[in-house]
T-cell receptor
């Protein structure tokens, strides 16, 4: 059984650019949640996708958007990058919507300069 | 407002000493609370849920609604317990987790 994978591992972008982060969910999981973890903070919920539909959103501006594909993998897109977007972005997949069944990926470290 | 507070950024104890990682929360109603752990170079993983009332790796946590706390305890710390620990609750608004800032537990030999 393959766990949750994320790509890339890390990347550096310039303020104002756009970025796409990718997440492959664990086999059999149809729900993907994205979290932002700033340095020294706990993860903060961005949004969740369930069967290709957005199923809840945290307190993030519209320039944070996402997609879920028929194979349940997911993308997080961030437009007009700001310095404060520098963080570790975590993806978690689950077989349903129970939060305690979320399995986390290793994260993507985004640095905005 | 729903909030999780972990007052200690770092807790350092000697091997064999008792451990208590503090977690306080603010929440309307009956919260669903969790402890997550992240060992060095590993991904974030669920340690335990208050609903299951089980002991995992010798750790237990009791929900105290009067004190709005969910402290994580272990009677005898081991070096392999060294990790980052996050307390979290299930949001009232949807299937999302609200995390505290985390506490680094360092167990010294």
């Amino acid at each position: 059984e393959t766990g949750v994978t994320q790509s890339p591992t890390h990347l550096i972008k310039t303020r104002g650019q756009q970025v796409t982060l990718r997440c492959s969910s664990q086999s059999g999981h149809n729900t993907v949640s994205w979290y932002q973890q700033a340095l020294g903070q706990g993860p903060q919920f961005i949004f969740q996708y369930y069967r290709e539909e957005e199923n809840g959103r945290g307190n993030f501006p519209p320039r944070f958007s996402g997609l879920q594909f028929p194979n349940y993998s997911s993308e997080l897109n961030v437009n007009a990058l700001e310095l404060d977007d520098s963080a570790l972005y975590l993806c978690a997949s689950s077989p349903g919507q129970a939060v305690y069944e979320q399995y986390f990926g290793p994260g993507t470290r985004l640095t905005v300069t | 407002a729903q909030r999780v507070t972990q007052p200690e950024k770092l807790l350092s104890v000697f091997k064999g000493a008792p451990v208590e990682l503090k977690c306080n929360y603010s929440y309307s109603g009956s919260p669903e609370l969790f402890w997550y752990v992240q060992y060095s170079r590993q991904r974030l993983q669920l340690l335990l849920r208050h609903i299951s009332r089980e002991s995992i790796k010798g750790f237990t946590a009791d929900l105290n609604k009067g004190e709005t706390s969910f402290h994580l305890k272990k009677p005898f710390a081991q070096e392999e317990d060294s990790a980052m620990y996050y307390c979290a609750l299930k949001s009232l608004y949807g299937n999302k987790l609200v995390f505290g800032a985390g506490t680094i537990l360092r167990v010294k030999s």
